[in-house]
């Protein structure tokens, strides 16, 4: 695993490791459009996948790192649906 993390450059140039929050925001700032917004659906929780449009790419280039991380982790996990009935409440 060390020679994995080593060629990858993550210990020795201390950068964000690969699929961490801060990877995933700055990856989605700097890629093109529809690699940004599959980098969101991969990252993004299989029932929330659906939220990870070029609308919500738009949203999250214009807000700030913190907000942006956030909302990243908000979108890794599952949203809260609750059925009584007829009758759904979304949290």
């Not at 299989?46 to 738009?58: G, I, N, P, Q």
Request: aromatic share 8%; net charge positive; charged share 35%.
């Amino acid at each position: 695993m060390k020679d994995f993390l080593d060629y990858f450059g993550t210990r020795k140039y201390k950068t964000n490791k690969g699929y961490s929050m801060e990877w995933v925001a700055r990856k989605i700032q700097w890629s093109i459009k529809e690699e940004a917004i599959g980098i969101l659906k991969v990252w993004a929780h299989s029932l929330r996948v659906e939220e990870c449009t070029e609308e919500k790419l738009k949203e999250l280039n214009g807000m700030t790192d913190d907000k942006v991380l956030l909302v990243l982790k908000a979108l890794e996990e599952p949203s809260v649906l609750r059925k009584m009935g007829d009758k759904q409440l979304n949290i």
